[in-house]
């Protein structure tokens, strides 16, 4: 079952605004193969959104630009015609969307929702559709799923829906499954169950997934490999053992310091990210993280460092001064000494120098 | 029923505000030498008493559906608009469908490639046509399609049950005249609220699905997005029942705007109060009509009950 499913190539995606350009992607190159999954995380406007609709083809409006190439089973997605891009949606690739609430028709039956698309993809009578959404409904939990398909989206919860729009994606079995913040929009107790569903959905078809998510502890344990996202690129790129065991570039670090822990004592201040994301029409030169980096050098705004591998190639990270470098502890304590904001501010929530290897409840 | 209540209260006020009086119209002016006649006469039809008690007679009868006689033809108000009805009727019905059906795809094209040339064109000419009044569309129709290709009558009615195709001739001009105003509200509604939802994020999930546009759009799109429409259509009902007044006059048609028209030159307030509180029955009804149809057409409405 092995074989490379998606090839991303230099894939940068940008919407002409009267404002400007915004590169919401720049630059993004990942391969994923049949059955793995990948997890892309960052903080909102990082691109992770805009790159996983631009590699599906579902940016709407005319002011998007997508260049690169997408391998898709050996034919490139961004030269195909609408009408190829539409007889793979569904049936080939499909996608999880973010709010539940949104994403299904609140006047159409959950039936047709379920199965409308199964019957332009595969022909199915009347009574084979049924059949099929009562089993796609039992497949994703859903207790009664007779009496549920006759429901409208209204007459569900937030968990229950999202459970629907997962069927709805499954329904065609595709071959790769965008899952894009699929549970930002619910309940805690939810979260858990949907993610383990999609887990299980995953293994059990041995269908290649790529999680899109805000929060690290998300795709800890369940991805194959996380690619960490900020302003439309790629800064670290690493299985995700090898990722949470020894977090190299600053970005990673600081997203996963700022995740409140409930070992630290109450009221202990939560390390947020100092600054804001940079603006997109015109990005920093150099790193793009290096306004916000405790770990910045003169270098960091110079030049762009580029994504390569570390001593371990599978582990590729873009950084001058990468954490827990003998190049990245001087360049802390130099910041430190002059008193950079950044880093005084990584000093006093995290008394203890920054650590390599943080441990992860999954 | 408050609603009918108020219309019926102010239309009686208004009538009674004309300057003439119904007398005029009850006798000769020749007869009205006769004073003890005019007295007498005046005593008949209750025109002494003051106008809330003649207010509350009135009521009194129209609630159990009879809204008095017609004091120029002595015939029963009633009976007059059952007998005028289905000519305004079948002019609102054809134009109202007619209207929707031109409307919602041009507003389909319009919102499907918006902010293309197709679009910029029906809006451009909606925006044009919403400022021809009935009367001048009406004018243009009858000058174009009847004097010179002379492919419908100008003027007149042929009712159904004599001809359906003579029928269908006579109601096509006049219904077109009001439509025109019609179809432009029509199609901005459909346009304005089809852009929205298809910037809705089920939208992007049915194309997700790999669903066709075509699919997308009547399917998915077009029913959350006709919401505004029908309250539109139900509003427009009463500027309609305005315009069939015109239009009538304007193609000589027997229907109930006309003969409202006539029994106001002829101060015959009984037919006026009538045909008015009947007029406004039928928005109040169109009106609830309109708050069913929504029950069927959002489900979620359903529940709120």
Redesign the interface.
Known sequence: MAGTLLEVENLHTTFTIPAGEVKAVRGVSFSLERGRTLGIVGESGSGKTVLARSVMRLNLGTNVTTTGTAIFEGTDLLTRSPAEMRSLWGSEMAMVFQDPMTSLNPLVRVQRQVTEHLCRHIDLSRSEARQAAVDLLKEVRIPDPETRLRAFPHELSGGMRQRVCIAVALACEPSLLFADEPTTALDVTVQHQILNLLSREQTDRDMAMVLVTHDLGVVAGRTDDTMVMYAGTVVEHAPTRSLFADMRHPYSEALMRSIPRTSLPSHTRLAAITGRPPDLIAPPTGCAFSPRCPYVQDRCIEETPPLVATEDPAHRLACWTPVGSPEGQAAFQKNLASGLPQAVAVDISNPRPPTRGVEVDS | MATLLAVSFLTFLLVNLLPGDAINALIPIEAQQDQEYVAQVRAEWGLDDPMLVRYGKWLGDAVRGDLGDSIVTSRAVSGEIAHRIPVTGELMIVTVVFSVLMAVPLGVVSAYRE?SRIDQFISGSAQFALSVPGFVAGLLFIYVFAMKLGWFPATGWTRISNSISGNLMTVTLPALSLSVIEVAVYARVVRSDLVATL????I?????????DGFILF??AL??SSLTLITVVGLNIGLLLGGTVVVEFLFALPGLGKRLLDAIFQRDFMMVQGITVFVAMVYVVVNTLVDVVYLV????IR?AD
Request: glycine letters at 8%; aromatic letters at 4%.
């Open positions: 902010g910037k809705e994020d089920y992007l999930s049915a194309k997700s699905k790999g669903l066709k399917r998915h029913r959350p057409v959002d489900p979620r529940k």
